[in-house]
């Protein structure tokens, strides 16, 4: 008769289990799903959706990859934020009275860039930072205060 490995099975050796996998970079399938549903949002948005959803899925890519960019992966100045949001308010306010939600032309590449960064992001990152990420996310969604992060320095670091 075979017997179960005794693995520790204390709150602390979980903790510490999912602390390290955290530290891993996001699962390649995982990594590519989320990009590609960015890339056909922006799609669909670009030919007119009759859905909003494509409009919530920009506007939540962009604000993960502001967050992982907050994080350390990536550039993002607050300036592009507040242009891509811009555009993205224009999106939802038209797509409310039309009833079409559409990327104008100029907003297309600014949008189209996020989204390659993001998709860039999911590559390079780790699943720590896309949780912590998407953690915020809904904390925004949720109507919540977002706080700015920084980067994690090393131990040691001078200044820390």
């Not at 297309?108 to 996310?137: M, N, P």
């Amino acid at each position: 008769m075979s017997r179960t490995l005794p693995f520790q099975r204390s709150p602390q050796a979980t903790r510490a289990r999912l602390g390290k996998a955290q530290l891993l970079p996001i699962p390649r399938a995982v990594a590519d799903e989320l990009a590609l549903g960015a890339h056909m949002a922006l799609a669909a948005l670009r030919s007119g959706s009759q859905d909003i959803a494509p409009a919530q899925s920009i506007t939540e890519a962009m604000l993960l990859a502001k967050f992982l960019a907050e994080a350390g992966h990536g550039d993002f100045s607050q300036e592009e934020l507040i242009l891509a949001d811009q555009t993205m308010a224009s999106v939802f306010d038209d797509g409310r009275k039309s009833g079409r939600w559409t990327l104008p032309a100029e907003g297309f590449e600014r949008l189209a860039a996020i989204v390659s960064l993001y998709d860039h992001q999911l590559r390079r990152a780790t699943l720590g930072a896309l949780s912590v990420a998407s953690e915020r996310l809904e904390r925004c969604k949720a109507g919540e205060p977002y706080q700015v992060v920084q980067p994690v320095r090393a131990r040691g670091a001078v200044g820390v």
